[in-house]
């Protein structure tokens, strides 16, 4: 009998022992993860369900097409998987149709501007320093470069869309798209508002609800769903689930075009095993527990923004209706890169982002932007998240006051966070 090639241990044998490299690095992760305060917002801590998902068999699985028509066998589980998720969506987002295959979400935005776009179609969004995103037709990327993108502002007098201006811009430049939707707006979109702006020009409307889609699932937030022809999501951030996309309609037509753009357009075989976790976010999602969630996430951000402005930090727009705010640092003299380094070094984690009318290049910026559906999973309500404004405003007037050494002030506070992570642990099964 031939030496089994690879051994048993292949199919036993825990990361620990087989790959001590690998496993130090997500320990670290683990370790940095339980020890700090997650403020970037487009980031969550998921349930020990979805990792299990995210780690299991499908993995294995290959699969292209959709449920019903694929192109390779021993679909059985795999069709029942993907409709579970497909129908998860539907009943969580009231629409007619979804999509569950994007790998993020960009690509269910790409796959979107298949559907409805030819190579040097105008589409109209706002932009990136605004708020917007890069696979709304910013400069460098894909869809900067394949399409001819006009971009909308928001207004200098109070950080807002101005719909007037969205409207004059799209008379002129008659659009083929128009896309509301961004990754540091943080206030209601006039989703009607865009909608008939949308039918006067003759364009369709894309709604990118990724930095809300959980507060659109737990009744938190108004849906773009009724509004928009098309709606696109991510699973990660406030719907609390692992990284992917989802592309929801409600038009039979408009949900073909986007099947196929999808596959066979711009991706290949699906993640299946992301689809099942996907499908376990969407399950969470429908329990009426998360309704509470999506409530203090909101709750939280509030809480939050607050006790910043209360402590003399500029907040674009004077507030949020979302997960999410943007602080700008400029009256304080400091740069994003410096801010949300020193915030790490003290245990909280943000990220550098552009403020409307920022001089500053992308690696530098005069913003933060901060989240709080990580923190609001962990159990943090709104007396933490007001802390915690006060942890992140010490370290900037630390950094104010000593721009070239702000280690005491980091220290203080990286105490600090560490008592609150404790009170309010994550992932002590994985220890
Ligand atoms: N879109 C990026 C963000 O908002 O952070 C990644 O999801």
Same mark, same amino acid.
């Given at each position: 009998m031939s030496v089994r090639i690879p051994g048993p241990e292949y199919f036993s044998g825990h990361l620990s022992q087989s790959d001590p490299e690998v496993h130090a690095a997500i320990t670290g992760e683990l370790r940095r993860q339980q020890d700090g305060i997650e403020l970037i917002a487009s980031e969550n801590i998921v349930s020990l369900a979805s990792l299990e998902a995210l780690g299991?068999?499908?993995?294995?699985k290959t699969v292209e097409g959709y449920p019903g028509k694929r192109?390779?066998?021993?679909?059985e589980f795999a069709d029942k998987l993907e409709r579970l998720a497909i129908d998860r969506a539907k009943e969580l987002f009231q629409c007619n149709y979804a999509n569950v295959?994007?790998?993020?979400g960009s690509q269910a935005n790409q796959a979107a501007y298949l559907a409805l776009l030819k190579p040097g179609d105008t589409l109209l969004s706002l932009a990136l320093t605004s708020?917007?995103? /890069?696979?709304?037709?910013?400069?460098?990327n894909l869809t900067g470069k394949w399409f001819h993108p006009v971009q909308y502002g928001v207004r200098k007098?109070?950080? /807002? #869309?101005d719909m007037d201006e969205v409207e004059r811009i799209a008379r002129e430049c008659r659009p083929k798209l128009i896309i509301c939707g961004g990754s540091a707006y943080s206030r209601v979109l006039d989703f009607a508002g865009f909608r008939r702006i949308a039918d006067d020009v003759g364009a369709y409307l894309l709604a990118?609800?990724?930095?809300?889609a959980g507060l659109v699932a737990g009744g938190q937030h108004p849906s773009p769903i009724p509004h928009a022809h098309i709606v696109t999501a991510t699973t990660?951030?406030? /719907?609390?689930?692992v990284r992917g996309g989802l592309i929801l309609c409600n038009d039979a037509d408009l949900a073909k075009k986007i099947d196929s753009a999808m596959f066979p357009? #711009?991706?290949?075989?699906?993640?299946l095993n992301a689809i099942a976790a996907k499908a376990v976010c969407l399950g969470e999602a429908l329990k009426p527990e998360f309704k509470i969630y999506a409530a203090r996430v909101l709750e939280n951000a509030r809480a939050l923004a607050n006790a910043l402005i209360s402590r003399g930090i500029t907040i674009v727009s004077g507030g949020?209706?979302?997960p999410l705010m943007l602080a700008d640092l400029r009256s304080l003299e400091i740069t994003g890169a410096l801010a949300s380094e020193s915030l790490e070094a003290a245990g909280l984690t943000c990220n550098k982002n552009a403020v409307p009318?920022?001089?500053?290049?992308p690696t530098i910026t005069s913003g933060l932007r901060f989240g709080v559906s990580a923190g609001t999973t962990r159990g943090f309500g709104s007396v933490e998240f007001t802390e915690i404004g006060n942890l992140i405003a010490d370290v900037l007037d630390g950094l104010s006051e000593n721009p070239n050494d702000n280690s005491a002030c980091e220290h203080a506070v990286r105490k600090k966070v560490l008592d609150l992570c404790q009170e309010y642990p994550i992932y002590s099964d994985l220890d």
């Open positions: 299991s068999v499908m993995v294995n192109y390779y066998g021993g679909v295959q994007p790998h993020s708020g917007g995103h /890069l696979s709304h037709g910013a400069k460098p007098s109070d950080g /807002l #869309i990118d609800m990724a930095h809300f990660y951030k406030n /719907l609390r689930g357009g #711009i991706q290949g075989s699906s993640i949020t209706d979302t009318g920022d001089t500053t290049p």
